[in-house]
């Protein structure tokens, strides 16, 4: 079975400066998807950014952009020039290119972003 | 913009009462799940639905049940609720394409005393 590690519980960040958050996963599929995943303190989670497994180029969006190592299956997230409302659990997530229709998550990263 | 509505933001319910746990997407998605979110547990799906009255068993069922009449509404239902069942419920719906995101709802705290 997948399975999807988020090594850090916690992450603090100083406004206005880049953090990485790492994520790792297990699979003997070869073709896959990647997703990171936002939930501030409101509750509601909301995508980030989506990476599928075939494609090389690292996927971009505005200041969030990911290092995705197929071969480490390490897919980290990088948000750039962080802001206040950065600040909430962020969830990696892995969906197999198979039957299965579920995602399996992370147990999820705490960011705090200090002004 | 995608809309997952879920009845309640916060329930409290006693041990042995039957519980219902609403969720409504307004998309026309095929796909619906029902997460629960715990502390350093992320989150784990409890069931999901491909279509209507089309349901498969997730990580951790057992305790639940669910229900699809139709299809933007996808109820998820304790039969007797416990204490180990105070969590946090996460209903989702997504497109058939396999690489949608999942569309969440705000959440349902729910807490059995």
């Known amino acids: 079975a997948q399975t999807v590690t988020q090594s850090q519980p916690e992450m603090s960040v100083q406004e206005a400066e880049t953090v990485t958050l790492s994520c790792t996963y297990d699979t003997s599929e070869s073709d896959y998807y990647l997703f990171w995943y936002k939930q501030p303190p409101s509750r509601q989670m909301i995508l980030v950014i989506r990476?599928?497994?075939?494609?090389?180029q690292n996927a971009t969006e505005n200041r969030f952009s990911v290092n995705f190592q197929k071969a480490a299956k390490s897919f980290s997230l990088k948000i750039s020039d962080s802001q206040l409302g950065d600040a909430a659990m962020y969830f990696c997530?892995?969906?197999?290119?198979?039957?299965?229709?579920?995602?399996?998550f992370g147990k999820g990263t705490k960011l705090t972003v200090n002004p | 913009d995608v809309k997952v509505t879920q009845s309640s933001r916060y329930l409290v319910k006693r041990t042995g009462e039957k519980v219902f746990l609403e969720c409504v997407q307004d998309?026309?998605?095929?796909?619906m799940f029902w997460y629960r979110q715990d502390p350093g547990l992320g989150l784990r799906l409890i069931y999901f639905?491909?279509?209507?009255?089309?349901?498969e068993k997730g990580d951790i069922p057992e305790g639940y049940s669910v229900s699809r009449e139709k299809k933007e509404r996808f109820s998820l239902i304790l039969e007797s609720a416990s204490t180990n069942q105070t969590s946090m419920y996460l209903c989702a719906s997504r497109a058939p394409d396999r690489n949608s995101p999942l569309h969440f709802g705000n959440g349902t705290r729910l807490t059995v005393t």
């Open positions: 997530a892995y969906k197999g290119q198979g039957g299965s229709e579920k995602l399996v």
């Open positions: 990476q599928e497994a075939y494609k090389q």
């Open positions: 639905s491909y279509d209507v009255k089309m349901k």
């Open positions: 998309m026309d998605h095929e796909n």
